[in-house]
């Protein structure tokens, strides 16, 4: 796909999000087919946007979220710095048409992993991760239905980048390990106390980052020092309504809370 249908799709995708809009698919004659198509889009929204990546999210990290919508495996996506958010925040639900809270382990890194052919190994991407971090993603996709966009499209799309907050960080230690076994109660304020473990997320948190950090590289981007992975729930989706709240403690890593309005 050469430039100029990918970067009028970004504009297409880019704009509605920042009018707060949907659309149901992206015009004949920009609309990507494949992986590498929906790539190259996504590759044009910061500069669309103006806006630099903070991080990097996993989507579609369980069989469940894959075959809800549709595709063949995990999405990655950028995560923009002016919609990530400190614990306690309040989030917008306006404009959000999914309207769910997912509770995420967030990886900062110290040190960039750059491109290259040969895969990075588990022990060389914990090398490169500073701090540990609890999270909650609160998603939406510019597609009206967005299970029936399918991944060339939602690739495009960010994976549904939107809204992402980063709690405190704790150093990394051998518990990092045993993240599979890591239980994350959540709590919302209207009585309900959803929980998971972290085998939620493509068997292993640790599993995800790596599959997120190749996935990077082997498609020829950077994942930045100072950037962030989160990866994927591991509570099922929250649906959340204006005026609840949602909290999620995940045990030694910390605890974490939005507002939603």
Not at 156 to 170: I, K, Q, R
Request: some cysteine.
């Amino acid at each position: 796909m050469d430039t100029s249908p990918a970067l009028a799709a970004a504009r297409w995708l880019a704009g509605h999000w920042q009018a707060g809009q949907h659309l149901d698919e992206l015009p004949a004659d920009c609309r990507p087919a494949t992986r590498d198509e929906g790539r190259a889009v996504q590759a044009h929204w910061a500069a669309v946007t103006g806006d630099r990546i903070a991080g990097w999210k996993i989507a579609a990290t369980s069989v469940a979220g894959q075959r809800h919508i549709a595709v063949s495996g995990p999405l990655a996506g950028p995560v923009f710095a002016r919609r990530v958010r400190a614990d306690g925040a309040a989030i917008p639900l306006k404009n959000n048409r999914m309207r769910v809270a997912e509770c995420e382990f967030v990886f900062r890194f110290g040190r960039a992993l750059a491109p290259r052919a040969q895969p990075y190994t588990r022990a060389e991407v914990l090398a490169a991760v500073d701090t540990l971090h609890p999270g909650i993603e609160v998603p939406d996709s510019r597609f009206r239905q967005f299970e029936l966009a399918g991944e060339a499209q939602l690739i495009a799309d960010g994976a549904c980048t939107n809204d992402m907050l980063v709690g405190t960080g704790v150093p990394l230690d051998d518990r990092v390990h045993q993240l599979p076994a890591q239980r994350v109660q959540a709590q919302v304020s209207d009585g309900r106390q959803p929980d998971g473990l972290g085998i939620n997320v493509l068997g292993d948190p640790v599993e995800a980052l790596v599959w997120l950090a190749n996935e990077l590289a082997s498609t020829g981007r950077t994942l930045e020092a100072g950037q962030f992975v989160t990866t994927g729930a591991c509570v099922p989706p929250i649906a959340i309504l204006p005026g609840q709240r949602v909290t999620a403690d995940f045990g030694w890593i910390g605890r974490i809370g939005a507002r939603f309005v």
